[in-house]
């Protein structure tokens, strides 16, 4: 009974993993890749290429709608793409969808490309890294480079697919999915998944392991949606998400620095500005707009020193919406990749007015008069609740029992005495018996 029981064991655990890998062989892998292409979009797609190599999928299909993105992590992508021994198709849907710019370089990296009707691929000309138009020399450079690591990918398309590839690139053109069909650019026009699907199977694609012929006709399709990790750092890669993070970290840290004592203003700006940092890491940034936004924090800062109040946080919430305008919005940054003025203008008003009520509050605080400990004891009066022996003695005060001390040279205390508190030490209170007025004094003459 043992042994059978041992090579049950033995035969489970030898066959379990080819059982996993059998279980995703034949699959094919549907992304959805939504938003710019940036280094979470990256990091997605390499982990779907890894997931179907591993388990040995049919097909790693990728519907994509994109305005572009970064170049550096397009050109990321391509290697991903050509390294990959899956076949990799890319779906630009649904209707409306498009994939500009950086987009439509990835999708000429895939080995089969489909498109939804409806839908554009094009307009690839490189800009600047904060989105302005580069100079004469440095963009034909960039240019030409981009045409030849897209060029190996379009050529076997013919000669209409390579000029159009090319002039997306030099005139930034786009075209609907009908023309990229007829000039040979795209594969197929499919109204969805499995019409694309139907029209793929049988197709031959090289891939890095060789030839493969694609049996997509029947195969079950598996979702992989994005991490939330993955969904988290593309979300701050939006600039307007990131200029609410620095908004509201800024107002966070100016409330902890008007009225400090808690950590939890404190804690959310520092969260929110950590936040923040990651999306100014990856966004095309204008450093102008960094340094004004910095020098709007310092004269909030300073109006707190200030012996008068307001006009250095109206300066610095003006500061604060110019630096946001100039942070993302240059001329020729796409709409993408721009802060909405509403936003900005909205963000900087409630930056100043919250402030200033935030600190309001604060110097109204410190003008209150002391409630509570030792030094609103001072000047109380009690009354003795002993004959006082040696100069000590008891005091009821405020309703509580305290040990007291008369003060060298005052009169004598007996029991039941007026006596005013003169200070406190420690737990002890020093007190003086209160002189009695005579009664012809409180008279009018």
Aim: aromatic share 4%; proline share 5%; glycine share 10%.
């Amino acid at each position: 009974m043992r042994k059978r029981l041992l090579l049950l064991l033995w035969l489970l655990f030898t066959l379990l993993p080819f059982s996993i890998m059998a279980q995703g062989r034949g699959e094919i892998l549907v992304l959805d890749a939504k938003g710019p292409i940036m280094p979470p979009m990256l990091e997605y797609f390499r982990r779907a290429i890894r997931l179907a190599e591993r388990e040995q999928a049919e097909l790693l299909l990728i519907q994509l709608n994109t305005p572009g993105g970064s170049l550096d992590t397009t050109t990321e992508i391509i290697q991903e793409f050509r390294a990959s021994r899956v076949p990799i198709v890319i779906y630009i849907s649904p209707n409306g969808a498009m994939a500009g710019s950086a987009g439509a370089l990835i999708s000429l990296a895939a080995h089969q490309i489909g498109m939804a009707p409806e839908t554009s691929i094009g307009a690839a000309s490189p800009v600047g890294s904060g989105g302005e138009n580069l100079g004469e020399t440095m963009e034909k450079k960039v240019k030409e480079i981009t045409k030849a690591s897209i060029r190996p990918l379009v050529e076997k398309r013919g000669p209409n697919a390579l000029r159009l590839a090319e002039s997306m690139i030099d005139e930034a053109r786009a075209v609907s999915a009908q023309e990229a069909l007829q000039a040979g650019l795209v594969d197929v026009i499919a109204v969805d998944v499995q019409d694309l699907l139907q029209k793929l199977n049988g197709k031959q694609v090289e891939v890095a392991g060789g030839v493969r012929t694609l049996q997509t006709a029947n195969a079950p399709l598996r979702s992989l949606p994005m991490s939330l990790i993955e969904r988290l750092l593309l979300t701050l890669t939006d600039p307007n998400i990131v200029f609410l993070l620095i908004g509201i970290g800024v107002q966070a840290i100016l409330i902890e620095l008007s009225s400090p004592g808690g950590w939890v203003s404190g804690f959310i700006g520092v969260l929110c500005l950590a936040l923040a940092t990651y999306g100014l890491g990856v966004l095309p940034v204008n450093w102008l707009g960094l340094i004004l936004i910095a020098i709007a924090f310092v004269l909030f800062i300073l109006d707190l020193k200030a012996p008068t109040h307001g006009a250095l946080t109206a300066a610095g919430a003006g500061t604060f919406i110019a630096g946001a305008l100039v942070l993302f919005n240059s001329p020729a940054s796409p709409e993408f990749l721009r802060v909405s003025p509403v936003l900005v203008l909205s963000v900087g008003i409630l930056l100043g007015l919250g402030f200033a009520l935030a600190m309001s509050l604060a110097l109204r605080a410190q003008h209150v008069p002391l409630s509570m400990g030792r030094e609103t004891l001072i000047g109380q009066q009690g009354i003795a609740q002993v004959t006082f022996s040696s100069g000590r003695g008891q005091v009821l005060l405020n309703a509580e029992l305290w040990s007291a001390e008369s003060i060298p040279g005052s009169a004598p205390i007996r029991k039941g005495d007026r006596v005013e508190v003169i200070a406190v030490e420690g737990l002890r209170l020093k007190v003086q018996k209160v002189r009695e007025v005579p009664a012809s004094d409180t008279g009018t003459h």
